[in-house]
């Protein structure tokens, strides 16, 4: 059987939120028992283009691959690889763009089903862009959202956003205008941004807050201040050994003494039930995703099997 080549179009077309949150969780579940591996990030800077290459495998579904991605001042340009463990032959070639988006919110909607409280029903979001709504639609998807305020500098573009996202979530979505209101009294708060620096006071988080954390993959960025890391009963990571390399929301922290990596847990052990998550109502958790290869390989393994089931995407000459 050919290899299949599927596109941005394919990728909407056939994965929704609900479908992938199930995907994910399955894979956290498979990496607590040392069926999946994952192969941090690397990064080249050539020229203008900046390439990032990461990989990994799901033995439980028979299938490998790698994600690369390139940026530019211009455009990023995203594609995930797939391949058999039996055979070694490439199964797919997958644009990412949407899937990125997509797995990222999966992944932080299954952290917060395990680790926000059951009843929480409010949301503060830092962000207006694509990853900021696949992280709202993830955790609208896991708990019962009555209401969301929205923050970014942009005043117009938050706005936009808003009436986008009330459809979109079926939810009351509304602009905030000052940051560390957006932060305060509510269940849940979700930064996806691009910005260097805290976006809010931690000071502001009521204790009960669950967080998202997930714009910085870089070192030298942090959305959240020393003061949110304190206050964390528990933080949470997607992978540690990623985030010793990338998460740099933790490194001012941790170089003041008030936190280390050891101190630190897996949320593929927290969704295997080998380790607690929320131990009270009045913890404080915070979630960091950095981004893992292998979720991108779980779902381009459904996304072919839907593929193949309605018939679509190209043959490759290979």
Same mark, same amino acid.
């Given at each position: 059987?050919?290899?299949?080549?599927?596109?941005?179009?394919?990728?909407?077309?056939?994965?929704?939120?609900?479908?992938?949150?199930?995907?994910?969780?399955?894979?956290?579940?498979?990496?607590?028992?040392?069926?999946?591996?994952?192969?941090?990030?690397?990064?080249?800077?050539?020229?203008?283009?900046?390439?990032?290459?990461?990989?990994?495998?799901?033995?439980?579904?028979?299938?490998?691959?790698?994600?690369?991605?390139?940026?530019?001042?211009?455009?990023?340009?995203?594609?995930?690889?797939?391949?058999?463990?039996?055979?070694?032959? !490439?199964?797919?070639?997958? &644009?990412?763009?949407?899937?990125?988006?997509?797995?990222?919110?999966?992944?932080?909607?299954?952290?917060?089903?395990?680790?926000?409280?059951?009843?929480?029903?409010?949301?503060?979001?830092?962000?207006?862009?694509?990853?900021?709504?696949?992280?709202?639609?993830?955790?609208?998807?896991?708990?019962?959202?009555?209401?969301?305020?929205?923050?970014?500098?942009?005043?117009?573009?938050?706005?936009?956003?808003?009436?986008? !996202?009330? =459809?979109?979530?079926?939810?009351?979505?509304?602009?905030?205008?000052?940051?560390?209101?957006?932060?305060?009294?509510?269940?849940?708060?979700?930064?996806?941004?691009?910005?260097?620096?805290?976006?809010?006071?931690?000071?502001?988080?009521? =204790?009960?807050?669950?967080?998202?954390?997930?714009?910085?993959?870089?070192?030298?960025?942090?959305?959240?201040?020393?003061?949110?890391?304190?206050?964390?009963?528990?933080?949470?990571?997607?992978?540690? &050994?990623?985030?010793?390399?990338?998460?740099?929301?933790?490194?001012?922290?941790?170089?003041?003494?008030?936190?280390?990596?050891?101190?630190?847990?897996?949320?593929?052990?927290?969704?295997?039930?080998?380790?607690?998550?929320?131990?009270?109502? &009045?913890?404080?958790?915070?979630?960091?995703?950095?981004?893992?290869?292998?979720?991108?390989?779980?779902?381009?393994?459904?996304?072919?099997?839907?593929?193949?089931?309605?018939?679509?995407?190209?043959?490759?000459?290979?």
């Amino acid at each position: 059987m050919s290899a299949i080549f599927l596109t941005e179009d394919h990728v909407r077309e056939l994965l929704d939120m609900p479908t992938a949150i199930e995907v994910v969780e399955e894979l956290f579940r498979e990496l607590a028992n040392g069926r999946a591996k994952n192969v941090p990030r690397q990064r080249v800077q050539a020229g203008k283009m900046l390439l990032h290459t990461m990989s990994g495998a799901c033995e439980y579904l028979g299938v490998g691959g790698w994600k690369a991605y390139s940026t530019t001042r211009e455009k990023s340009r995203f594609h995930v690889g797939l391949y058999d463990l039996a055979t070694g032959e !490439m199964l797919a070639i997958i &644009e990412a763009d949407f899937l990125g988006q997509i797995r990222t919110g999966a992944t932080s909607g299954l952290a917060t089903e395990f680790l926000a409280r059951p009843d929480a029903k409010i949301v503060g979001l830092f962000g207006a862009g694509p990853q900021a709504a696949t992280q709202l639609k993830a955790v609208c998807s896991v708990r019962k959202i009555s209401r969301v305020e929205v923050y970014c500098r942009d005043a117009a573009r938050r706005e936009a956003f808003a009436a986008q !996202m009330s =459809e979109y979530c079926a939810t009351e979505v509304v602009p905030g205008h000052a940051p560390d209101e957006v932060a305060s009294d509510k269940d849940i708060v979700i930064t996806a941004t691009t910005s260097k620096t805290p976006v809010f006071d931690g000071r502001a988080l009521d =204790e009960g807050t669950h967080l998202n954390v997930i714009g910085s993959n870089f070192l030298a960025k942090s959305e959240v201040d020393i003061t949110t890391v304190q206050r964390a009963d528990s933080l949470i990571c997607d992978s540690i &050994e990623q985030c010793r390399l990338e998460a740099g929301d933790f490194i001012p922290a941790i170089e003041a003494g008030t936190t280390d990596w050891p101190l630190m847990h897996e949320l593929a052990d927290i969704v295997a039930g080998r380790d607690t998550g929320r131990a009270l109502p &009045e913890n404080i958790t915070l979630f960091k995703s950095v981004g893992l290869a292998v979720e991108d390989i779980a779902l381009c393994a459904k996304l072919l099997q839907l593929a193949r089931n309605q018939r679509l995407g190209t043959p490759l000459p290979f």
